[in-house]
């Protein structure tokens, strides 16, 4: 996905282990209105694995900004996108107009939870990426989702499941053990001093409200929205809702 010709411009971060084809619903929302950027994690979306950090993931996004001429952004980070989002602003908080953290957390890995992801990286390291298929996508997506009837629902379910079976193996583990290695971002929170918005479904388990609520309770006046009728992919499950909260959010930072 390219920058789109008007000012305002709005970064989306994706989740752990999609590509920017995940975002295709709110660019299709944003487009004409913003300059709408979803760039691909290295490892995703057709790209070359790199280093398994976060940091220098954030420092090339800030190089490819300047190259783009964007001083500042708004940026929308899911899951994995969120714990980017907080890398930026922790290294560059001069270039973030304002932060939509959705389904996410500011708290580290455990260390069972390092463990797992470490077994995890093995695994697909070894098998591929299909191995995340039983366990990971009933895991992200909600109660609601996965029990409905409706087209629409069943479509998100196969859209998942294809994503993540078709993922880079390689930019998998590198990514699990990027995501293991995070610090913890919770000293960040009462120094955001940007517009924020907290969004997260209302079936997420994996990073479910309790998490967001902390988050956005420690931000200085974050705003906190619940997505019905969704689990982790919040923006997949119920766009309506999620573009509504996403456009609300950018139109009180920009003025339009």
């Known amino acids: ?38 760039p691909a994690m290295p490892g995703f979306g057709g790209r070359e694995p790199g280093a398994a950090s976060l940091e220098a993931w954030a420092e090339e996004l800030a190089e490819t900004l300047d190259n783009l001429g964007f001083d500042e952004a708004v940026f929308v980070g899911l899951s994995m996108g969120g ?9 560059f908080p001069e270039r973030v107009a304002g932060l939509v953290l959705a389904d996410t957390r500011a708290q580290p890995d455990d260390g069972a939870g390092k463990a797992r992801r470490a077994e995890l990286a093995a695994r697909v390291r070894a098998e591929g990426s ?3 298929v039983e366990d990971f996508v009933p895991a992200v997506l909600g109660q609601t989702t996965l029990n409905s009837g409706d087209e629409e629902r069943k479509a998100v379910r196969a859209w998942v499941e294809r994503w993540v079976s078709e993922a880079d193996p390689e930019g998998v583990a590198r990514a699990l053990e990027a995501l293991a290695a995070r610090p913890d971002s919770r000293p960040l929170l009462g120094e955001i001093e940007v517009p924020t918005l907290v969004l997260v479904g209302e079936e997420d388990t994996l990073t ?13 006046d974050a705003e906190f929205l619940i997505v019905p009728e969704a689990g982790h992919m919040a923006n997949l499950e119920n766009p309506e809702a999620f573009n509504t909260a996403l456009l609300g959010f950018l139109e009180k930072v920009y003025g339009v």
Do not use: N
């Open 208 to 220: 479910p409200p309790a998490d967001a609520r902390a988050i956005a309770a420690a931000v200085p």
């Open 130 to 132: 299909r191995v995340l």
């Open 83 to 91: 714990y980017l989002a907080f890398r930026i602003w922790d290294l």
């Open 1 to 38: 996905m390219e920058w789109l010709t008007c000012a305002k411009p709005v970064v989306l971060l994706h989740a752990f282990p999609f590509s920017p084809e995940m975002w295709s619903l709110q660019v299709t929302e944003l487009e004409g209105r913003y300059s709408v950027f979803a």
